[in-house]
Nanobody, 120 residues
Framework: QVQLVESGGGLVQPGGSLRLSCAAS????????MRWYRQAPEKGRGLVAG????????IYEDSVKGRFTISRDSTKNTVYLQMNSLKPEDTAVYYC?????????????WGQGTQVTVSS
C-alpha cells in the first residue's frame, strides 16, 4: 500500500535551515509528481512546492520562492524540501503528498506530517 513518511522537522531559529525528507513506498515513485503541503494551526492545508515526474520542473508558493528547494532522488524513492532563511511564518506541519489515479478517480495520499517550528 501507499506509504509516505516525512522526517527532518524540528525547532529552528529565524534564518536557520532544515531539510525535510519524504520516503515513499507502495507505488511507482518515478511515475508521479510529488508535492509538499503545510498546515498552520486553524488554517487550511496549502501547497508549498511541487516537482514533476522527472524532476525537471518545480513550482513554489510565492512566499517560499528563493528560500525553499524541492528535489527528488529516484534511487532512494525520496523527495526532499530544503528550507533556508526560515521565518516564523513558516511554522506549520509539513506533509508529503502524491496524487494517484485509481479506477478513474484521483486519490490523495498523505504522510503523517512533520512539525516545523521557527522561533527565537
Amino acid at each position: 500500500q501507499v506509504q509516505l513518511v516525512e522526517s527532518g522537522g524540528g525547532l529552528v531559529q529565524p534564518g536557520g535551515s532544515l531539510r525535510l525528507s519524504c520516503a515513499a513506498s507502495g507505488f511507482i515513485f518515478g511515475a508521479y509528481a510529488m508535492r509538499w503541503y503545510r498546515q498552520a494551526p486553524e488554517k487550511g492545508r496549502g501547497l508549498v512546492a511541487g516537482i514533476t515526474v522527472g524532476g525537471d520542473t518545480t513550482i513554489y508558493e510565492d512566499s517560499v520562492k528563493g528560500r525553499f528547494t524541492i528535489s527528488r532522488d529516484s534511487t532512494k524513492n525520496t523527495v526532499y524540501l530544503q528550507m533556508n532563511s526560515l521565518k516564523p511564518e513558516d511554522t506549520a506541519v509539513y506533509y508529503c503528498n502524491v496524487q494517484i489515479a485509481t479506477a478513474g478517480r484521483r486519490d490523495d495520499y498523505w504522510g503523517q506530517g512533520t512539525q516545523v517550528t521557527v522561533s527565537s
